[in-house]
């Protein structure tokens, strides 16, 4: 894994300052079409979707489920127990496209808040990376609620999964998450405010390469988070917690950028990266390698970490920040 020169990341916390005037410029869109409780949750099965969204879901040539509620959507979960996602591909593989911009909101009053989510969840295993399950947003995406103090969209009264010991990050509320053989794509532009990890990919296994195949494949192509527009990340500042603007477990994450070249988006990101690394015990499950890339090409953004408890601010190993189109290895 390359590493990031100390001076360069130094230089991008710098920018910190003008990257939260930026966000603080943000208006509220005005939402029309809304959905709200837990019956109301996009599950990327026909005979179920069907049923609650009616006209406004269709079937493309290739199978995809497009949803277009022509206008702009609110989906909102609020104070309930283990509240169902928002917008979940539960059909692996299979594929879910909104075209409409999406609001999501979701509190939950224990620990299972997961806004979006595509791909396996725990209790699969050995999956093929070509049975894949997708979420796309041709869309902005705001996960962002004006109404609660620090206008976190995704929040839970348990950050712990309640292990009262437990003070890592795997079970806090998640705005984003792709599992095994998941994708989500975001076109458009993404805002959100997360009271815990806001992009997740968390492959938990590994994963064969194809159907049939006895070979893994690349860990980083077990599960994957793209945003192809401007993107605005919110996540605590906090002492005691290790809340996470992005959290990789394996897979890819790419902001503003892929593996080769940033691009020309407006990226501001509040909040600890963390790309994982597998442990080399040769055990199939748990963290995979992953690897995150950020394109920040301009001088009006950066992206600023916030130190996990009792450890300096940093970005840790798989992370890669790309600067003016050239590549910057991370301390």
């Known amino acids: ?32 079409a809304s959905y709200s409780g837990n019956n109301n949750t996009i599950w990327g099965m026909q005979s179920e979707d069907s049923k609650t969204f009616g006209s406004n879901m269709s079937v493309a040539a290739d199978g995809s489920l497009v949803f277009d509620f022509g206008e702009a959507v609110t989906f909102e979960n609020s104070n309930v127990a283990s509240p169902k996602s928002l917008v979940k591909n539960g059909n692996v593989p299979g594929a879910v496209v909104i075209k409409s911009d999406f609001t999501g909101i979701m509190h939950s009053k224990d620990y299972s808040a997961m806004a979006i989510q595509a791909g396996w969840l725990e209790g699969n295993f050995d999956e093929a990376v070509d049975k894949r399950g997708s979420v796309t947003f041709d869309g902005n995406v705001t996960l962002r609620d004006k109404n609660v103090k620090g206008e976190w969209g995704v929040t839970s009264d348990d950050l712990h999964g309640g292990f009262l010991t437990y003070k890592g990050a795997r079970w806090q509320p998640v705005g984003i998450r792709a599992g095994l053989c998941g994708d989500v794509i975001i076109n458009g532009n993404l805002d959100m405010a997360v009271k815990g990890s806001a992009l997740v990919t968390d492959p938990y296994y590994k994963a064969v390469k194809t159907t049939g195949s006895t070979e893994y494949a690349d860990d980083l192509k077990t599960s994957t988070i793209t945003t192809n527009g401007d993107v605005n ?21 790419n902001v503003n950028a892929d593996a080769t070249a940033a691009r020309d988006k407006t990226v ?64």
């Open 268 to 331: 501001v990101i509040k909040g600890n990266v963390l790309a994982m690394r597998d442990d080399g015990h040769g055990e199939p499950y748990f963290y995979r390698t992953g690897q995150v890339n950020i394109g920040l090409t301009n001088a009006g953004q950066a992206l600023l970490t916030i130190p996990e408890p009792n450890r300096p601010a940093r970005l840790t190993c798989g992370c890669r920040i790309m600067q003016y189109g050239t590549t910057s290895p991370s301390p």
């Open 233 to 253: 990340i919110d996540t605590p500042e906090d002492d005691t917690e290790a809340f996470y603007s992005i959290a990789n477990y394996g897979g890819t994450i």
């Open 1 to 32: 894994m390359e590493k990031f020169p100390k001076k360069s990341w130094r230089t991008k916390l710098a920018l910190a300052v003008t990257a939260g005037i930026l966000a603080a410029g943000y208006v509220p869109q005005t939402f029309a």
